[in-house]
């Protein structure tokens, strides 16, 4: 059992997560006991097969799921009954669902009024995402006239709207081709540089996580495995590159 | 956002979703006014013009003036329900509806922001076939009555769709209610006919029906005719429409049908 008492209520840890554990109606357990802490300030990411628990942690963080039985911090703000957590957290799921009736800048600035931004406040940061995500000759175009890859910067860029201190990216390159994973990438390294921004995030690449996580956390069948930097993993599961740790770790 | 207050974001984003559900019902006019104008006028023409002249006169009033209050309660009770049920539906089914479900926003929040665009269109809806009945119709005697009952009609039918979109999976299921709860209370609240003219089983079946307290109090304050007391017909109507809200509520804070 993590310390919950005395890392919850410091700003040295993003999330926190405490014997989560998460059943669906058809009897599936997507998390079995999942702890997890993550340094405020990190690029950490979660690597794991399908149906390791990867969304479903995500989903619960971020309210998405119902509440499972367990504990969850976001900078010492309990993620389920105190409603300062969600105005520290943005999601970019994993599949790309926008509002049909918005434009790609409205996107962004209704999502930061429902976060609780004025109307000026929230179209100055539309505008500005716009900008970091190339997407200002867009502004005025609906989602579903968007190409796939300036869907899914705009779905990270409403993540980063309300200017959240930890963002939880779920698989935010699969299915992508290889020129705006690289692209997705370099947003992703700016954000974290410039914002300061913890970065959660999942992926089912190993190259990616070596490309982009200062930490990196395995999830097997909701539970994690193992946890450490990339270099440590390697040198604790042996072979000469994350994939093998990872490989590693999943067969022990 | 970590400065903001808490409740202040919460309001904020009340007022933005709010906003949000108005500018839809704004901005796809043709789709949701134009339809139930035309749909309403078409029974005044019909009902008030072409076959009022050879009904005559019920309790009173010429038919135009008797059917025109419950035209309007209709109108806003259809357009109301439509609007929530169809909007949350399609959030639903399309995903996007989890943009609102990570925001702080409370449950009873999230139900009154989508109940504010359902309440737009039934009164815009209703309003606009109010005015073009103007030169067929009476005048308006205790208009507060009237506008407080189209109000709450527009509430309650907006919190009915809130419920009905969360609970429909399908458009078949979300058609359904429509067709099969929502056309039946229309029909039988007293649009067209007085409820103690009835014999039974149909005047306490019409006395069942929360719609028909709205049309007798919308008539009242119409025409000033009524067959229960003003007041007793607000209040059922007030009761129901707290109860949907309610229900309403805790249907978005257990995430029934939105979180798996």
Known sequence: MLDTVSASGTDRTALLVDRLTKTYADGTHALDGLELRIPAGSFFGLLGPNGAGKTTLIGSVAGLVRAPSGRIFVFGRDAVSDARARLLTGLAPQEVHLDRFLTARDVLAYHGRYFGMRRREAEGRADELLEVFDLTGKARTKPNRLSGGMRRRLLIARALVHRPRLAMLDEPTAGVDLELRHELWRYLRLLHGEEGLTVLLTTHYIEEAEALCEQVAFIRAGRVVDEGAPAELVERHGGERLEDAYLAAMRS | ?260
């Open chain 2, 1 to 260: 956002m970590t400065s903001v207050d808490v409740g202040l974001a919460q309001r904020r984003g009340t007022v933005a979703l709010a906003g949000r559900e108005t500018r839809r019902v704004l901005s796809l006019w043709t789709q949701t006014l134009l339809p139930a104008v035309l749909t309403a006028l078409l029974f005044l023409a019909v009902f008030g013009g072409a076959l009022g002249g050879r009904i005559g006169e019920i309790e009173g009033l010429s038919y135009v003036d008797f059917i025109l209050p419950g035209l309007l309660v209709v109108t806003a009770a259809t357009q109301a329900f439509a609007n929530t049920s169809t909007s949350i539906f399609q959030a639903k089914s399309e995903g996007y509806i989890e943009d609102v479900l990570t925001s702080p926003l409370r449950s009873w929040q999230l139900a009154v922001a989508y109940m504010a665009g359902g309440l737009v269109r039934g009164l815009a809806a209703s309003l606009m076939v109010a005015l073009l009945a103007v030169p067929f119709a009476g005048g308006l005697e205790r208009p507060a009555v009237a506008i407080v009952s189209l109000v709450l009609t527009g509430l309650l039918f907006s919190a009915l769709g809130v419920i009905t979109g969360i609970w429909a999976e399908s458009f078949d299921q979300h058609s359904f209610v429509a067709g099969v709860v929502i056309a039946p209370l229309a029909l039988l609240g007293g649009v067209f006919y007085s409820a103690r003219t009835l014999d039974e089983p149909w005047s306490t079946l019409t006395r069942l029906d929360p719609l028909y307290y709205l049309v007798d109090a919308t008539r009242a304050g119409f025409t000033g005719f009524h067959e229960s007391p003003t007041p007793v017909s607000l209040i059922v109507a007030l009761g129901v429409a707290l109860a949907a809200f309610a229900a309403a509520t805790l249907l978005f804070a257990r995430g029934w049908r939105l979180k798996p």
